[in-house]
C-alpha cells in the first residue's frame, strides 16, 4: 500500500498553495505549520512574509483564508493576532486518514526518498575484557538506530568494531601457549540459559588467564621476553599465534553473544570486524596519507596537524597515525575502516556510536578523511556521542567497591526487579509461571534500554532501577502496561470490531488521540534524519498519556456505548496499540499482551 499522506502535510500543502495564490512573488515559501494549544495546527509564515512584500499582514492573511477551501480536510480556520492562521482539522478528516493508516502494515509511514546505505559502527566490546556498564549505550542506541532508519528504507550494514589487536595480547597468547587447556569448555548448548552458562564459563576462564598471565608477566622477567617476542610474532602473521590468537576472539565471541542474547539483541558473526580486520590496509593507508602530503612525519612518527586543535602548551595536537617505532594507532585503523566502508561497502553515511570522550578523535579522523578525500559532500561521517551512565549520586556508575559495574550484574538485577513487579499483579492477569518469568525478563531489560534512550544520547543519565521498573512516570513498564490494557480492552470487547466511523463527532480525548497517532509517521523521518532515537520514546510516552486520557474519558467496553461510538473507540483503542508496538520494537523493547 502506497504511504499515507499525514494530516500536517496535507493542510501544509493547502495552505502553501494559497499563499502563492495571494502572493505569487512567494511561490514555494513554507507557512511554517506547527501545532498549537489554540487550535490543531497555527500558521506563522504569512508575518514574515508581509513583511518582506510591505503588505499588511491582517489583510495578507484573510486573502490566504479566501483561497483555503474548508469542509473536507479543514473544519475551520481563522485569522489570529498579527497574521497567524489557527486552524481546525474536520473530524470525519482525522478519522479517514486514521482508517488508512489502520489498514496498511507499515501504519502508512513513507519510506524515505533519499535512501542510501548507512555503515553503523556500535557494540564494541574489547576481547578478552569483561563488559561493563560503560557499553552499555553504544549497544542500545546503536541497535534503536539500525532499526529506525531500516524502517525508513535505508540500507543499514552494521558493523561491531571489537578491540582484537594489541600488545596485550603477547602476554595472553604466550600464557595459553604454555597453559593451552585454560580456555577448555564444558557448557554447550544453543538454548538461552545454555548461551548464558557458556558465556559466563568463557568470561571466568579468560578472566583466570588474564590474571595469571599477568602475575607472571609482571613477576617473571623470562616470561616477560617470550611475551614480548609472541607481539612480534602476532604481528608478522605467525600462523601458531595467530591460532591461539584466534581461539581468545572465540572465546570472547561467546562470552560478548551471551551478554547481547541477555540484551536481546541479535548480534551476527558477519557483522563483527574488529580492529584486526584492517590491518592489511594500515600501510596503504599511511602511504596514502603521505603521499598526498595530508600527513607528515614528524619527530619520526606520521601525523595529521589541525590549526584548531591546540594543547594546553599552544602547539596544535596532531593525530598521530603510525608511531616513531612503525607501530600503528587508533587512528590508522579508523581511517582505514572508513576506506573500506566507502570504497567496498558503498557507504553514503557512517554512524559511530562512541563516548563523547572520544570526540576529539573522530574530529581529527573525519578530517583527515575529508582531506584525503575518502570523505566528500557524497558521504558524511558522524559520531553520535553519548554521555555517561550515572548512579544516583550523580556520579559516574560504580560498584560500593569502586569497581566498573558489570553488565551482567546491572542486568540480572534489572530483570529481577522487573519480575517481582510483574509477580504482583500476576494472580490479577492470570500469569503463569513461565509467563512470569518471560515477561520479567521483557520488562526488566525494556527498563534499561528505555531508560538510556528516553534521553538524548548527548547527556549523561542516572541509572536507578527503582525509577526504572516505576508503573508510573516516563518509563517503559507504563509504555508497556498500556499496550497490554488496551489488548485487554480488545479482548473483552467481545464480537464487537475495531471499526473507523468517519461520520462520527469526536470527543475532545478522541481528537487529541487522534492527531498524535497521525503524527508517527513524520516524528520517525525526524528521529532518523537527526540520529535521535530519543524522539521515539517522547512520542510512545506522549502516545500512552494520551491513550489514558481518552480512556478515563470515553468508556470503550463499560460503560457500553452506542454501537458505532464503540467501534470507532475500539478502532483508536487498536490503531494506539499498534502504534505503541510498532514504535517499541524500533527501540528494542518488548510489549507482552498480558501484564
Request: glycine residues 8%; proline residues 4%; aromatic residues 8%.
Amino acid at each position: 500500500m502506497a504511504s499515507v499522506p499525514s494530516l500536517a502535510s496535507s493542510v501544509h500543502q493547502r495552505v502553501a498553495d494559497a499563499l502563492a495564490s495571494a502572493l505569487p512573488e512567494a511561490g514555494g515559501a513554507d507557512p511554517l505549520l506547527r501545532r498549537s494549544d489554540r487550535a490543531d495546527f497555527q500558521a506563522n509564515g504569512i508575518l514574515a512574509l508581509a513583511k518582506k512584500a510591505k503588505a499588511n499582514p491582517r489583510e495578507l492573511a484573510a486573502t490566504v483564508v479566501e483561497a483555503i477551501p474548508t469542509g473536507d480536510l479543514i473544519e475551520e480556520i481563522e485569522v489570529s493576532g498579527p497574521g497567524f492562521l489557527n486552524i481546525t482539522i474536520s473530524d470525519r478528516a482525522i478519522v479517514e486518514t486514521l482508517a488508512a493508516r489502520a489498514g496498511d502494515d507499515r501504519l502508512g509511514v513513507p519510506y524515505a526518498a533519499n535512501a542510501g546505505t548507512t555503515v553503523i559502527d556500535y557494540a564494541q566490546p574489547n576481547v578478552a575484557k569483561e563488559m561493563h556498564v560503560g557499553h552499555l549505550r553504544s549497544a542500545v542506541i546503536g541497535a534503536a538506530m539500525v532499526e529506525i532508519l531500516e524502517f525508513t528504507g535505508e540500507k543499514v550494514i552494521r558493523r561491531h568494531h571489537i578491540g582484537d589487536w594489541g600488545t596485550q595480547f603477547g602476554m595472553l597468547i604466550q600464557y595459553l601457549v604454555e597453559h593451552p587447556h585454560e580456555l577448555d569448555h564444558k557448557a554447550d548448548g544453543g538454548s538461552a540459559e545454555d548461551i548464558e552458562v557458556s558465556g559466563e564459563e568463557a568470561m571466568s576462564n579468560l578472566n583466570r588467564l588474564y590474571k595469571a598471565s599477568r602475575a607472571l608477566f609482571d613477576s617473571d622477567e623470562e616470561f616477560k621476553t617470550r611475551a614480548r617476542a609472541r607481539v612480534v610474532d602476532l604481528q608478522a602473521g605467525d600462523a601458531e599465534t595467530l591460532a591461539m590468537w584466534q581461539r581468545f576472539v572465540d572465546e570472547s565471541k561467546i562470552y560478548f553473544y551471551s551478554v547481547f542474547n541477555k540484551l536481546d539483541m541479535d548480534i551476527q558473526d558477519p557483522d563483527v570486524v574488529g580492529e584486526s580486520g584492517y590491518n592489511d590496509m594500515l600501510v596503504e593507508t599511511c602511504k596514502l596519507l603521505e603521499d598526498s602530503g595530508v600527513a607528515v612525519r614528524s619527530n619520526g612518527a606520521l601525523c595529521v596537524f589541525f590549526d584548531e586543535y591546540k594543547g594546553p602548551d599552544g602547539n596544535p595536537t596532531p593525530l598521530i597515525v603510525q608511531k616513531s617505532d612503525g607501530g600503528f594507532g587508533y587512528a590508522a585503523t579508523d581511517l582505514s575502516a572508513i576506506r573500506d566502508r566507502v570504497g567496498n561497502l558503498k557507504a553514503d553515511t557512517l554512524i559511530y556510536v562512541v563516548d563523547a570522550r572520544q570526540s576529539l578523535h573522530f574530529k581529527m579522523v573525519f578530517e583527515t578523511a575529508r582531506r584525503a578525500g575518502w570523505l566528500n559532500d557524497g558521504v558524511k561521517a558522524v559520531q553520535l556521542a553519548f554521555g555517561t551512565v550515572l548512579g544516583k549520586d550523580g556520579k559516574p556508575f560504580k560498584t560500593r567497591e569502586g569497581e566498573t559495574v558489570r553488565l551482567v550484574d546491572l542486568l540480572d538485577e534489572a530483570v529481577e526487579r522487573a519480575t517481582s513487579v510483574v509477580r504482583e499483579k500476576a494472580e490479577k492477569v492470570g500469569l503463569s509461571e513461565q509467563e512470569i518469568v518471560e515477561n520479567g525478563r521483557y520488562v526488566g531489560i525494556g527498563a534499561v534500554k528505555y531508560a538510556d534512550l528516553s534521553t538524548s544520547a548527548a547527556r549523561d543519565y542516572k541509572f536507578d532501577l527503582d525509577q526504572m521498573v516505576s508503573l508510573n512516570g516516563d518509563t517503559s513498564v507504563y509504555l508497556q502496561y498500556a499496550y497490554a490494557r488496551i489488548k485487554s480492552i480488545l479482548r473483552r470487547a467481545g464480537d464487537r470490531e475495531p471499526i473507523a466511523h468517519p461520520e462520527l463527532e469526536l470527543a475532545p480525548a478522541e481528537r487529541a488521540l487522534g492527531l498524535h497517532l497521525d503524527h508517527f509517521g513524520e516524528l520517525i523521518a525526524e528521529a532518523a534524519a537527526e540520529h535521535a532515537p530519543h524522539k521515539v520514546a517522547a512520542y510512545l510516552y506522549q502516545l500512552s498519556s494520551l491513550f489514558t486520557t481518552f480512556y478515563d474519558q470515553c468508556p470503550v467496553v463499560k460503560p457500553e456505548p452506542e454501537l458505532v461510538v464503540g467501534e470507532n473507540r475500539l478502532f483508536l483503542c487498536d490503531l494506539t496499540a499498534r502504534t505503541l508496538a510498532k514504535g517499541m520494537s524500533l527501540l528494542g523493547i518488548r510489549t507482552p499482551e498480558r501484564l
